[in-house]
């Protein structure tokens, strides 16, 4: 089945320090990835998308490129800000499922000043 | 720019009670999605609805119903409350069933079992 896997939190960095957060899948067929964000207390926010192999991502200063080589969807970030302390949530669309999504388990971020 | 609404944003009920959820979608999105979130968990898809007909099902308990009216909101009626039905639950909507868009969430209901 079509599943979502992410590092293992919590990830803690000092403001201004360089942010990955692996992401994989498994799917049938060619997913749409995404990469939510969820702050305390908050719903979910979409913070970028792509929807085919090679796209890159990109928003408030995060990417991530879609590899389908790897079925990887990495997270990153080059310079993080105490504002960006959340948890990341990766996932996973398939066509055939009619939008649902897939979560990976969420990844807490914890940026120090 | 509108949201989605939920409401309430946080309900308590007592075990073996009955609770509804309400969701208002985007104007003009047709196509609302229900997901639960445990504590320290990743959100779990419940229901969907598209044009008021229900799409899509996923981990959704029998004691939980839920519809898309013809104003395409929806509700969640869920009874016979259990303590581990403790969470906060989701609402999405997008405009037809766009994987490709991703779609908004509104902020959630907490609801607390006693």
């Not at chain 1, 498994?26 to 998308?49: C, D, I, M, N, R």
């Not at chain 2, 939980?64 to 509700?75: L, P, R």
Request: a neutral charge; proline letters at 4%; one cysteine or more.
């Amino acid at each position: 089945g079509n599943s979502v896997t992410q590092m293992e939190g919590p990830v803690t960095l000092s403001e201004e320090a360089f942010l990955t957060i692996n992401c994989t899948y498994t799917a049938t067929g060619y997913p749409s990835l995404f990469w939510y964000v969820q702050y305390p207390g908050e719903g979910l926010q979409l913070l970028l998308k792509a929807t085919k192999a090679d796209d890159k991502g990109s928003n408030k200063g995060f990417e991530a490129t879609y590899r389908k080589e790897t079925t990887s969807f990495h997270l990153e970030k080059g310079s993080v800000q105490v504002s960006d302390s959340a948890v990341y949530f990766c996932a996973l669309s398939t066509g055939n499922q009619g939008g649902k999504l897939i979560f990976g388990q969420g990844t807490e971020l914890s940026v120090k000043p | 720019a509108a949201g989605v609404i939920q409401s309430p944003r946080h309900l308590i009920k007592e075990k073996r009670e009955t609770a509804t959820l309400k969701c208002y979608p985007i104007p003009r999105h047709d196509t609302v999605y229900w997901y639960q979130q445990g504590p320290g968990q990743d959100p779990q898809f419940l229901i969907s609805f598209y044009e008021k007909m229900q799409s899509d099902k996923g981990s959704i308990p029998d004691r939980f119903s839920a519809q898309q009216f013809s104003d395409y909101h929806s509700e969640l009626n869920m009874s016979s409350l259990e303590l581990g039905d403790s969470a906060l639950y989701f609402c999405a909507s997008s405009s037809g069933r766009a994987v490709s868009y991703g779609y908004t969430f509104g902020s959630g209901t907490r609801l607390t079992v006693v």
